[in-house]
């Protein structure tokens, strides 16, 4: 294959509507946030190796396009944007008021492993929420989200909620060690509940069988106020109840508003991140199988920057909204084109070009042919 044609692995390039659509869905998500007072942000393409495995952990950062400065330094492509804000809000936001609305739209660029979308280069909307701990901050994330899917058209959306200390109260409880840890968090985010009984049957012999039992059904459940009991009966450690107590806080909330059929607690989600600290979330639409969009609490991040923290926020893939616009609306019913203007050049290049001008003027989208 000619090194012309031949592309990089994980590279796209888009064209035509696909561009429009893309542009329409960032518009959008943009618009909502700064409706709710987020201000935009603008992040650096590369930056030190060192601040992505600060902030996010090794493992990202060695999923990272990496390259040496003249100078010898360590850079790297930005594997996500919150990092870079963490920094940021550590640093040059230090004497700003609290709490800080930021969002954002750009690419990061990573390393996964091959897969049916295998892309390596990835567009991210988000928002990030400083410095405000409790329950008000966590709603209103949750809010900007849905707000967005719905402005978008994509009204069949479903967001789970979950939290950090669910898993971590049975850990905890259990006195796993790390390995052990990470082994559970697998079993729990594939939902293996035969696996997972085995696992607690050797590493938590002191568990009675029902209490078992009912831990792995739990992590097969997504639902309501029926799941939020069913934990309360399960779960023991005074970690994981709490962890509780606040999704029962935000899902009663959140169905006070009208929007109990778009959200769901989902125990079979860990969140596959250390670095969140409570609430967590996962978006899903049904024109795309993969979750949309993913956030939540992440309250020790900043401090290891600066000073520590409360923080909380989210990210949508953009590429996974546009497609699922496009499989959502497939017939344009999406307005994502403007009326042109056809001006066919007669010979008189000021008459051609006056009249574009008061076109344009006039806000309208205009074609010029050189064809008389």
């Known amino acids: 294959m000619s090194s012309l044609t031949k592309i990089p692995a994980g590279v796209q390039y888009f064209f035509d509507e696909e561009v429009k659509l893309r542009r329409h869905v960032e518009r959008q998500a943009m618009a909502v946030f700064a409706g709710w007072s987020y201000d935009e942000i603008i992040l650096p393409m590369f930056d030190y190796h060192d601040l992505f495995a600060r902030g996010m952990g090794a493992e990202i950062a060695e999923r990272t396009y990496r390259f040496t400065d003249r100078d010898g330094a360590l850079l790297a492509l930005r594997p996500e944007l919150t990092s870079l804000v963490a920094r940021t809000v550590a640093t040059r936001f230090k004497a700003k008021p609290r709490p800080l609305r930021l969002c954002y739209s750009g690419?990061?660029?990573?390393?996964?492993?091959?897969?049916?979308?295998?892309?390596?280069?990835?567009?991210?909307?988000?928002?990030?929420?400083?410095?405000?701990?409790?329950?008000?901050?966590?709603?209103?994330?949750?809010?900007?989200?849905?707000?967005?899917?719905?402005?978008?058209?994509?009204?069949?959306?479903?967001?789970?909620?979950?939290?950090?200390?669910?898993?971590n109260g049975v850990s905890g409880y259990l006195e796993l060690e790390a390995a052990q840890r990470a082994e559970l968090r697998r079993l729990i985010d594939r939902r293996n509940s035969q696996a997972l009984d085995t696992f607690l049957q050797q590493h938590a012999p002191s568990v009675e069988a029902t209490r078992r039992a009912g831990f792995c059904r739990l992590t097969q459940l997504a639902g309501g106020e029926e799941v939020l009991a069913q934990a309360e009966q399960v779960l023991r450690n005074k970690r994981s109840l709490a962890a509780i107590a606040h999704l029962r806080a935000v899902y009663t909330t959140l169905a006070a508003l009208g929007?109990?059929?778009?959200?769901?607690?989902?125990?079979?989600?860990?969140?596959?991140?250390?670095?969140?600290?409570?609430?967590?979330?996962?978006?899903?639409?049904?024109?795309?199988?993969?979750?949309v969009g993913t956030g939540g609490r992440y309250d020790k991040l900043i401090e290891n920057f600066g000073a520590a923290e409360p923080a909380v926020g989210f990210s949508f893939a953009l590429d996974a909204l546009a497609g699922a616009l496009s499989k959502h609306a497939p017939n344009g019913q999406m307005d994502t084109t403007a009326l042109v203007q056809s001006i066919n050049f007669n010979g008189d290049l000021a008459a051609t070009f006056t009249r574009a001008r008061t076109c344009r003027q006039a806000h309208q989208q205009v074609k010029i042919s050189a064809q008389q």
């Open 259 to 291: 929007l109990a059929e778009h959200f769901d607690v989902d125990f079979g989600d860990t969140g596959g991140q250390e670095y969140y600290t409570g609430l967590l979330f996962k978006a899903y639409v049904p024109e795309w199988n993969v979750a």
């Open 107 to 167: 690419e990061v660029f990573r390393y996964d492993e091959p897969s049916e979308r295998a892309a390596r280069e990835f567009h991210q909307v988000g928002v990030e929420h400083i410095g405000e701990p409790n329950i008000v901050a966590d709603v209103e994330v949750l809010l900007v989200a849905a707000e967005l899917l719905s402005t978008l058209g994509l009204n069949g959306f479903r967001i789970a909620l979950s939290h950090a200390d669910f898993f």
